[in-house]
């Protein structure tokens, strides 16, 4: 997760992840949680991440409180300052890495390969490993630099979803655009969901004006 808005995301795809039976390794990078505190209110505390990653996705995208249940026995986290940490190395085992939401500075680190901190590194190690690398760029309008930057993301093998909710499945509330962003990620990742409302096509047969 790193320091984009759009922390309703990040908390959707691992409320997913968690209810397919997916273990997760988190990283929170230090300028997300700025954001988080922005948009939520919540402290992410290294020392208490339990407690607060609770809280945090136990709201809906409108901020209230106790709308979603969790169970984090399959969540471990690691400090983003963690270099040493397992999602470092090349042998630590793992499907691949989703960056939700991602930065256009998180995008330019891994693209250049900087490995500042344990976001890039663990990315720079899924593209080295030929793993699954989904990146949620949220930012708008994007510039010529950030266009190649994530052309060298998709050419290294990495998928590039942008966080652009879509309007035909139905949305009533902001959590159905959320969701719909959230399941396109998981898709790209391989992860069966229950998010939103798939398109099966025009059976009435008629045109659609576009």
């Not at 954001?35 to 020392?47: C, H, N, P, Q």
């Not at 499945?169 to 396109?184: C, E, N, P, Y």
Request: charged share 20%.
């Amino acid at each position: 997760m790193s320091g984009a808005s759009g922390t309703p995301y990040a908390a959707a795809v691992l409320r997913a992840l968690l209810a397919a039976g997916e273990s997760v390794d988190l990283v929170v990078s230090r300028a997300s949680r700025l954001t988080l505190l922005d948009e939520t209110g919540i402290s992410f505390r290294d020392a208490h991440w339990r407690d607060d990653l609770r809280e945090w996705l136990a709201r809906g995208a409108d901020g209230k409180p106790g709308t979603f249940t969790v169970d984090l026995d399959a969540v471990r986290y690691w400090a983003a300052g963690d270099l040493a940490a397992g999602p470092s190395s090349g042998s630590y085992p793992s499907k691949g890495m989703l960056i939700v939401p991602a930065s256009t500075a998180c995008v330019a680190g891994v693209a250049l390969g900087l490995s500042k901190d344990l976001l890039q590194r663990a990315a720079s190690v899924t593209l080295k490993e030929r793993r699954t690398l989904v990146v949620a760029v949220r930012e708008t309008p994007l510039n010529g630099q950030t266009l190649r930057q994530l052309v060298a993301l998709d050419d290294a093998g990495a998928t590039v979803v942008p966080a652009s909710p879509a309007f035909y499945a139905g949305a009533t509330h902001i959590q159905d655009l959320v969701d719909f962003v959230a399941g396109r990620v998981l898709d790209a990742a391989g992860v069966e969901h229950g998010l939103y409302r798939r398109w099966q096509g025009d059976l009435g047969g008629g045109s659609r004006t576009t």
